[in-house]
């Protein structure tokens, strides 16, 4: 990771916004809430809101063009994970899974395969609403992740 992480977060829909800020303060650790400005957001103590126009990947192509290697992103969206990574970030997930170049490209043809299901007609389920215990393993990932980046800094 690098000396100074920032977390960056794609935060039009991002669930668990709370719990970031929350890991972020306990690690001294900047945060980038970056949504369209159809979302209203404040910034706060180490929380930074970049608001981008509405346009379908307005918001993606900011936070591609903005990381570095070694921030954390938060995201849902695989494609932005596949580019991200490519540029040295961690990427996880609302629900605490850490997309890794050993998985984006399963993720990514599964995500090709529901759309082409869709085209013809076919129906998916969406994701399942967020439990406690989704937000639970996602703080307990994101403490993790700041703990070895703070573990590797003291080094």
Known sequence: ????????????????????????????VPVW??????????????????????????????????????????????????MVLGKGAVVLSPRGEQYTNANIDYLMERRHESAKWRRGGG??????????DDRDAFQQKMTKLLKIEQENHDV
């Not at 690098?2 to 001294?28: L, M, Q, S, W, Y």
């Not at 126009?53 to 192509?61: C, K, Y």
Request: hydrophobic share 40%.
């Open 33 to 82: 809430m970056v949504a369209s400005y159809d979302h209203r957001m404040e910034p706060g103590e180490g929380v930074k809101v970049v608001q981008v126009d509405r346009s379908s990947q307005s918001v993606d192509l900011y936070i591609v063009n903005h990381v570095s290697a070694g921030d954390i992103v938060v995201t849902q969206d695989f494609g932005l994970a596949c």
């Open 1 to 28: 990771m690098n000396e100074n992480p920032t977390i960056v977060v794609d935060a039009d829909a991002c669930p668990v916004k709370a719990e970031i800020v929350a890991a972020a303060r306990e690690f001294g």
């Open 123 to 132: 129906r998916t389920k969406g994701p399942r609403a967020m439990s406690q």
